[in-house]
């Protein structure tokens, strides 16, 4: 833990593990007997229960958001720069709960885990789980935790696609609704990267119809070929080319073609080979389904302000210039379907080279309009 | 034939193959003792050898650019639309050159032939070509032709690579220099893509190294992947959406995760299993580091101006709007640089939601362009 960010950071935090036996019916038709969700909560819910505020991930991310886990701990949580006290989600006075999805491979029950029915992982037996599967167990979470009511929904990627979710499947649950680099749905493109990366998995003959861990084996050269699509989607070709340009790792010809000649080249595979290494292939699918599947549209029978009307709560809506992923375009339907059904919504658009990373990187001017926004979250 | 294409088609042809003896030193250091030609020629050299245009394709193009291979061929040659009797490039009056890259697998020695000191493919053993090379190898093609001086060198992508080195290595030799869809070199994002290309071939266990042949097998999943990758490039995310949307292949949740949900998923699918029958992986790894090498700025110590600067021909430069693969921005630069040098050039960006493949297709905007232009060419 460094002693410059610890002054504004939430310290050291716990997971936790909420375990809920009461059945869940998934949007496909099958039943979950029993589940456990990992979270994390910063600051205190005050005595009226109104200032709690909850932070939904992205496609790899985890409950563990901000804060540290020891004090020789290095690395804080994923949205350190924009969650802690005086922060722009200030934990001086808002509640946080972070909470890691079913399907994931950080805690929460997901293919990983072991499958009380069987005794052996899930793996290709996990269940597909949606976006919505998603809204019914942090729903759950906080009515075990004593909260009937969030000050605001956030989340950015896939994470704001929940909170879009919540704001039309349980409007009176959330007065404030952050929606960052998002979408109302993918597009086809969208759709075929995600399609790529899946079927690099399963081209991996350690892939074994997912059923790797039985094997104890690992998709690895899938899983780091997949997370290679999704990094160089998740980029902006600017900041690629004023990061690596045509720079050669050597100056000459390099005989063998399975060494990188260009540094973009050995980056990718470095992030790759990462990923494969911490990431579970089988959470990796089922994530990139949910994200195929959802569709805000589908709520008002195709129609998104109709689907919209339903909402009650106030919107901010912010994309990244350079976000080729999900456009600024896409997150502009979302503000102006909003308008259309005549909902207040807030929309910016943050100049930045950091593609759709930038939802995730400190900008100045993107924790100044979060932070400003925020002030009127839970006053 | 159809009969209504036959009409302006160049009708049948026949490839035919040119064979040197005569070393080729390639940039990589390496010589490539003896190698042959595939090609294709369409109209009638004129007296004066004046007429004579070379095409160069692009990355999985061949030497058969026009016409059909017999009365019952149904599909004529990549270019068919461009190529013919009254056609933009008007074999009434040009003795069209169409050849094939060496390294490739369609005719041309590449690593699919098999090595006459070795007796067995090339394979891993085949050397690294560029494009400095093609337009070498172009070049003795002509000379064997009889052929002194191309009235026009055309391309487009890869080949208006090809047209470009031409220009700046030859500029005698050519008064016209058509390039399509091109770039002066690559981005930091074009290469990352290939390399992902590539990655999915290496990680094929039937790659082998690249000596999959010896084995008789094919590193079909790796190439299928490749493909995916690639065509998804060439397309823009509009047409994508236009084309598939978000259409469901069925209607209900898929319980097996290995088969195709939506619709654009089994496109991509076909495409890449279709390229895998066809095409070699070796040479898709050769053709992707010739684009990754090309550096056209380099023969002016990293000025494109200076580069363009030897240049003599007349140019004709056209992007395609949606093309994000090769942006218009790129074809921008080489218009620029050449009109920065002084050089006569023609520039124009072609409305189209083709993306990268525009320069393929039939666009009556884009035919009546190059039709126009091409009259000066050998009047």
Redesign the interface.
Known sequence: MNNAYAQSSVGIVEPKTAFFDEPLFL???EVLKEYSLAYETYGVLNAKGSNAVLICHALSGSHHAAGYYSETDTKPGWWDTMIGPGKPIDTNRLFVVSSNNIGGCDGSTGPSSVSQSSGKPWG?LFP?VTVEDWVETQKRLAESLGIAHWAAVIGGSLGGMQALEWSVRYPSWLSHCVVLAAAP?????N???N??A???I????QWL??DYALSETVPE??M??AR??GH?TY?S?DK??D????ELRQGS?E?D??E???Q??SY??YQ?SQFAGRFDANTY?IMT?AL??F?LASHGKGDLSEALARATAEFLVVSFSSDWRFAPSRSQEIANALLASGKRVTYADIESDAGHDGFLLEDKDYMALVGAWMKRVAP
């Open positions: 949007k496909s038709g290709s597909q749905g993918l597009t086809a493109q759709i075929a990267f399609e790529i899946r079927q690099a399963f081209s991996d003959p119809q997912g050269k899938g780091a070929l290679m699509v160089l980029m070709a690629m080319s990061r690596f340009g045509r010809f005989p073609d399975d990188p000649i260009f973009v080249e990718l595979r790759g699918v389904r195929d599947r569709d």
